[in-house]
């Protein structure tokens, strides 16, 4: 069967569209099959933007699992002086997300796959709607090596699904020593805080 998240998507492309509106921005954004939500932006990753606080203005910030792009390219547009990495294993989405950034003038985007993303980059934050579908142990992995890459003050803001697990992820989270708060809460979306982890450095 096949995912969202395979690195080369089989799946034949299907080139589509979506509008992304929000108080601050209007984007039209080019969609394709074998990626996350091409119908629509998902409910999820807009009730995160709309309730994130502004991101820091300047330095390195990550969108983690950026699809074809609306969380990384609306950090762009909020922080025009900042770099924003938009990371993804899918490398359809990741091609995607550039061609996006480029439509929309917004060139301080850098959409790299995962495993090109220069290791001592560290993020003022991370916004994601992350892969939970991947598996807890996958997503737990990948999470522990992208919040460990915060800057000392830095902030992640995670989109989950009351149904698939947030309370347990922000459980977890505070167990690893990651301050987890929630900060929403709409439908069944549940906003998580994370703070940089105290004193610890990158896992890897
Ligand atoms: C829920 S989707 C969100 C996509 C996009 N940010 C959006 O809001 O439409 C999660 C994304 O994470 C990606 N992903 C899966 N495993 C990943 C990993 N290990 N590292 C980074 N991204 C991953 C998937 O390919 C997918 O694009």
Redesign the pocket.
């Known amino acids: 069967m096949a995912h969202?998240?395979?690195e080369r998507p089989e799946t034949a492309s299907r080139p589509g569209s979506v509008t992304l509106v929000l108080p601050d921005l209007h984007l039209k954004l080019e969609t394709d099959s074998g990626?996350?939500?091409p119908e629509r932006?998902?409910q999820?990753?807009r009730i995160l933007l709309e309730t994130v606080p502004p991101p820091p203005a300047e330095g390195d910030l990550l969108?983690?699992?950026?699809?074809?792009?609306?969380?990384?390219l609306t950090m762009a547009s909020r922080a025009p002086g900042a770099t924003v990495w938009a990371?993804?294993?899918?490398r359809r989405?990741v091609e995607l997300c550039a061609r996006n950034a480029r439509a929309a003038a917004l060139d301080k985007v850098r959409s790299v796959h995962?495993d090109e993303v220069p290791p001592e980059v560290r993020y003022a934050t991370i916004w994601?709607?992350?892969?939970?579908?991947?598996g807890k142990a996958?997503m737990h992995?990948?999470l522990t090596r992208w919040l460990s890459r915060l800057t000392p003050d830095g902030t992640a803001y995670l989109v989950v699904q009351k149904h698939l697990g947030s309370d347990s992820l922000q459980r977890w989270l505070n167990e690893q020593g990651w301050p987890t708060a929630r900060t929403a809460s709409r439908s069944s979306y549940r906003i998580l805080r994370v703070e940089a982890r105290p004193g610890v450095g990158p896992a890897r």
Do not use: H, K, Q, W
């Not at 969108?63 to 990384?72: F, H, K, N, Q, S």
């Not at 994601?128 to 991947?134: G, L």
């Open positions: 969202y998240f395979e990626m996350f939500s932006v998902d999820g990753t969108d983690l699992g950026c699809g074809y792009g609306p969380i990384a990371v993804d294993v899918n989405a995962v994601s709607n992350p892969a939970i579908r991947i996958a992995e990948m």
